[in-house]
């Protein structure tokens, strides 16, 4: 059974960081790659950042392009997103995604709130 478990959300004020952290397991972690997507309340999924098996290609979104850093270890089977210079706007429910985009499979998410 393919899970996928986030932690180290949090409230954060604005221009604080956090890092986020995904526990795989019940497959092939570096046969695949893994994927950051969010939600905001009120609102669809949105794709954060990828990055490919081996961890030397990563993608962003314009909106988090310079802020946010996806890695992977694959010793571990974690995957990780760390999070600089946060906005309100990045208030969402963020969880972490198997294959590129959306992937097939997502974790239950973990909450990030920025606000002063």
């Known amino acids: 059974e393919v899970q996928l478990v986030e932690s180290g959300g949090g409230m954060v004020q604005p221009g604080g960081s956090l890092r986020l952290s995904c526990a795989a397991s019940g497959f092939t972690f570096s046969n695949y790659a893994m994927s950051w997507v969010r939600q905001a309340p009120g609102k669809g999924p949105e794709w954060v950042s990828d990055?490919?098996?081996?961890?030397?290609?990563?993608a962003y979104a314009d909106s988090v392009k310079g802020r946010f850093t996806i890695s992977r270890d694959n010793t571990k089977n974690m995957l990780y997103l760390q999070m600089n210079s946060l906005k309100p706007e990045d208030t969402a429910l963020y969880s972490c995604?198997?294959?590129w985009g959306t992937g097939d499979y997502r974790g239950q998410g973990t909450r990030v709130t920025v606000s002063s």
């Open positions: 990055i490919n098996i081996g961890g030397e290609s990563t």
């Open positions: 995604a198997r294959g």
